[in-house]
């Protein structure tokens, strides 16, 4: 009776709750549609997406078995993954899971965002739901996801900023305190996300000094101070990234022609590996990115109050350094897929302008209609690298293996199908240079074999997908 009673209390208690807080009610039920759904868009086929899918569930089960990762990167968001992994017991349901619970506490934090710089809580929800549907989380999960979780860090200092510049009597320490840990988890998360706090760190007070006048609050130089620390850390220590710093450095190298990358010690694998996208996506991305960078100019321009001058005028200032065309094909392409966050705080901005309630729904509408059949083509693009009747036949064609040639040394220099062979068995190398004794090769029958053919003596395994052969 006692417990009926309690849970009666509850059940009624909530309406009040929506109503005193309406915001965080928003973002529950925004969280307990959107979560499922891109669990469901990750794993809808029983395999991870992209080449990268089962690569993280490797590092999963190297944390599981060792404690470590098995390849070197920015480990937080594997740890993180691990933590489900030791909850649900599936590597794959525990990666997507880690991936979507980040951008889903993502959106809510931009959401907080969005009601403050606002003071609207329809752009406040807009901003989530335009953020989770827009076609850049989609495909970022899919393809990215240390990128599509890093995006936490970057809202989150975004949120700090402006809290920071509306204190007229900030706690200086707490601030830098707070902000380097942001940035610093960003570094330990993925090198773009780290890049694009890292850059917001240095406009956000060149854009506050520029716009700085008797009534503007003391200059936000706490972030600027703690991206300065975090990159002399992680270029002293290189390791705590996983050699990620290299990457940047190399894309710096590649437009200066200054060489930084020498300086740091190579620990990074390179490999090119086809990331075939859909080229009207493609085009999309960028059409949304400039529309942002236009809004979000337009919006520092026209705003009544410093802060969100700063905010707005930061991120647009940052987005169309992402979008310039003067970045190598490939880098431009990874650098557009960042425009989930300035697109949906800009168009929830907008929607925050129109006061008429018919007008409200009209543009709300119009905005949904314009990113939502593109967010539907990216959730569809979100497939593994592998079909699963293939997945299934790598691993009969492994039980065989073990029972015909046990203890032989299985090398897939492929990285497509290296980390599906890893998720089944950890004992795999990536060139016979590693391999002492019987040595096997196991490559996919539409790509050509992976080491020259006169290493090759015969197939001992010929499937409808893979074809498994026998070195000299």
């Known amino acids: 009776m006692g417990l009926d009673c309690y849970l009666i209390k509850k059940l009624l208690s909530v309406p009040n709750f929506v109503k005193h807080h309406p915001?965080?009610?928003?973002?529950?039920?925004?969280?307990?549609?959107?979560?499922?759904?891109?669990?469901?868009?990750?794993?809808?086929?029983?395999?991870?997406?992209?080449?990268?899918?089962?690569?993280?569930?490797?590092q999963v089960n190297s944390i599981s078995h060792n404690f470590r990762l098995k390849y070197p990167d920015p480990p937080l968001i594997f740890y993180v993954m691990y933590f489900f992994y030791s909850v649900v017991g599936n590597a794959f349901l525990a990666v997507a899971l880690g991936v979507s619970v980040f951008v889903t506490l993502s959106s809510t934090v931009l959401g907080y965002l969005a009601f403050k710089l606002t003071d609207s809580l329809v752009a406040g929800v807009f901003s989530m739901i335009i953020f989770m549907i827009a076609p850049f989380e989609f495909r970022l999960s899919g393809d990215f996801m240390k990128n599509a979780a890093g995006l936490l860090w970057v809202?989150?200092?975004?949120?700090?900023?402006?809290?920071?510049?509306?204190?007229?009597?900030?706690?200086k320490v707490l601030y830098f305190v707070i902000s380097f840990a942001t940035i610093f988890c960003a570094g330990l998360t993925h090198i773009l996300d780290y890049g694009f706090v890292l850059a917001l760190a240095a406009v956000i007070p060149a854009v506050q000094v520029f716009l700085r006048d008797r009534k503007t609050r003391e200059v936000f130089y706490e972030g600027l101070l703690a991206g300065i620390i975090s990159l002399l850390i992680f270029y002293l220590f290189p390791a705590l990234q996983g050699g990620d710093l290299i990457k940047a450095l190399s894309i710096i190298e590649s437009i200066t022609h200054y060489?930084?990358?020498?300086?740091?010690?190579?620990?990074?694998?390179?490999?090119?590996?086809?990331?075939?996208?859909?080229?009207?996506?493609?085009?999309?991305?960028?059409?949304?990115?400039?529309?942002?960078?236009?809004?979000?100019?337009m919006l520092s321009y026209f705003s009544g109050?410093?802060?969100?001058?700063?905010?707005?005028?930061?991120?647009?200032?940052?987005?169309?350094?992402?979008?310039?065309?003067?970045?190598?094909?490939?880098?431009?392409?990874r650098l557009q897929l960042m425009g989930g966050v300035p697109l949906a705080l800009s168009l929830s901005t907008v929607l925050s302008y129109v006061r008429n309630l018919n007008g409200k729904a009209l543009v709300a509408a119009s905005i949904i209609g314009l990113t939502l059949p593109a967010g539907i083509l990216a959730a569809q693009a979100v497939t593994p690298s592998i079909s699963r009747?293939?997945?299934?036949?790598?691993?009969?064609?492994?039980?065989?293996?073990?029972?015909?040639?046990?203890?032989?040394?299985?090398?897939?220099?492929?990285?497509?199908?290296r980390y599906w062979v890893e998720t089944l068995t950890s004992k795999v190398q990536a060139s016979p240079k590693y391999c002492l004794g019987t040595t096997v090769v196991i490559a996919l029958r539409d790509r050509a074999p992976p080491v020259p053919a006169w290493l090759l003596t015969h197939i001992i395994?010929?499937?409808?997908?893979?074809?498994?052969?026998?070195?000299r």
């Open 461 to 471: 395994y010929r499937g409808k997908y893979l074809e498994i052969w026998l070195l």
């Open 389 to 417: 009747q293939a997945y299934f036949e790598l691993n009969n064609a492994l039980h065989q293996l073990n029972q015909t040639y046990m203890g032989a040394c299985i090398v897939v220099p492929d990285p497509l199908l």
């Open 23 to 58: 915001l965080i009610a928003s973002s529950a039920i925004i969280i307990s549609f959107f979560l499922p759904l891109y669990v469901f868009v990750l794993l809808r086929t029983g395999l991870l997406p992209g080449i990268d899918g089962p690569y993280y569930a490797v």
């Open 259 to 297: 060489g930084f990358s020498s300086h740091v010690p190579k620990l990074v694998r390179q490999y090119k590996v086809p990331r075939p996208g859909i080229p009207v996506l493609n085009e999309i991305y960028g059409v949304l990115d400039w529309l942002a960078v236009a809004l979000l100019m």
């Open 305 to 333: 109050k410093k802060e969100e001058k700063i905010i707005y005028g930061s991120l647009g200032i940052v987005t169309a350094l992402l979008t310039v065309p003067f970045w190598e094909r490939q880098v431009a392409g």
């Open 155 to 171: 809202i989150l200092f975004l949120v700090i900023a402006y809290k920071g510049m509306r204190s007229s009597e900030r706690n």
